[in-house]
T-cell receptor, first 114, second 114 residues
Framework: DAEITQSPRHKITETGRQVTLACHQT?????MFWYRQDLGHGLRLIHY???????NKGEVSDGYSVSRSNTEDLPLTLESAASSQTSVYFC?????????????FGPGTRLTVT | GDSVTQMEGPVTLSEEAFLTINCTYT??????LFWYVQYPGEGLQLLLK?????DKGSNKGFEATYRKETTSFHLEKGSVQVSDSAVYFC?????????????FGTGTKLQVIP
């Protein structure tokens, strides 16, 4: 069965360190997204990609970067982790650009920055 | 800009009670509307969706009707079960200049007690 996976599921890191969160999907979807989930804010879009070599900033992109070298993967990098980036991160993918297409979500990565 | 407002939780109900979780939205154009469910420790799963006015989405006993006149998409279930305990997110997706934008509400936690 097709799926979307994230790794690691839990990560503790120190302030200032570079951290990369992995996202891998086997749906063969062109569109991939990264969100962070915080109490009182719901999900907020960090970055998104509509295809290989395409990346775009979302509403809370500062301090994060992504790259898309193939269809299956969209790793999220925190260049210099800050305590404000402690959160749960979700990756998602969707088939098409039309607004009726649903997004499929990964299980999430809980990141703690100490 | 687009926004989604959900009733604040937590909502605590006894098993077999009737459930309503209110959701209202503001958006330009004609968005699609979604309800997602998140079980503890998991990612979001699509529960139901509606893509145009007066559409009714339904799944697993849950229903929601796209009401354009009241800009609402309230989630209902006639008889909840303990297994329905989760966090429910209302979301809308709109297209703006080819950009597929998804806006989530802050989530409503539902606890069903036996």
């Amino acid at each position: 069965d097709a799926e979307i996976t994230q790794s690691p599921r839990h990560k503790i890191t120190e302030t200032g360190r570079q951290v990369t969160l992995a996202c891998h999907q086997t749906w063969n979807h062109n569109n991939m997204f990264w969100y962070r989930q915080d109490l009182g804010h719901g999900l907020r879009l960090i970055h998104y990609s509509y295809g290989v070599q395409d990346t775009n900033k979302g509403e809370v992109s500062d301090g994060y970067s992504v790259s898309r070298s193939n269809t299956e993967d969209l790793p999220l990098t925190l260049e210099s982790a800050a305590s404000s980036q402690t959160s749960v991160y979700f990756c998602a993918s969707s088939e098409g650009r039309g607004h009726s297409y649903e997004q499929y979500f990964g299980p999430g990565t809980r990141l703690t920055v100490t | 800009g687009d926004s989604v407002t959900q009733m604040e939780g937590p909502v605590t109900l006894s098993e077999e009670a009737f459930l309503t979780i209110n959701c209202t939205y503001t958006a330009t154009g004609y968005p699609s509307l979604f309800w997602y469910v998140q079980y503890p420790g998991e990612g979001l799963q699509l529960l139901l969706k509606a893509t145009k006015a007066d559409d009714k989405g339904s799944n697993k006993g849950f229903e929601a009707t796209y009401r354009k006149e009241t800009t609402s998409f309230h989630l209902e279930k006639g008889s909840v079960q303990v297994s329905d305990s989760a966090v429910y997110f209302c979301a809308l997706r709109s297209l703006s200049g080819g950009y597929q934008k998804v806006t989530f509400g802050t989530g409503t936690k539902l606890q069903v007690i036996p």
